[in-house]
């Protein structure tokens, strides 16, 4: 591992941090410029590499208006539609 740590030393200089996950390596740039030479390689210390941008730091990004919100309404008269409950309350689904 150190050798592999030594080779993004010096492909890009300093990282936050590199750590080990499974069979995969997560480094974590300091800034775009080391970001975009990382994704450029396709070899690091003589081993052919696969470099790619995680999705979960993608997901953290997230918007917080496209939650949704459940509910349970009790004691609904027999007479009322699904229908007619989805437009008295807006919803989008009702069962």
Do not use: Y
């Amino acid at each position: 591992m150190r050798s592999f740590k030594r080779a993004v030393l010096e492909a890009v200089g300093v990282t936050e941090s590199i750590d080990c996950r499974g069979d995969s390596v997560r480094i974590v740039c300091k800034n775009e410029l080391q970001k975009t030479t990382l994704l450029g390689l396709s070899e690091l210390a003589g081993k052919p590499i696969v470099v790619s941008v995680p999705w979960s730091i993608k997901k953290q990004v997230r918007r917080e208006t496209n939650r949704w919100s459940k509910g349970v309404i009790t004691r609904v008269p027999l007479d009322l539609t699904v229908e007619d409950i989805k437009e008295e309350t807006g919803c989008i689904w009702a069962h």
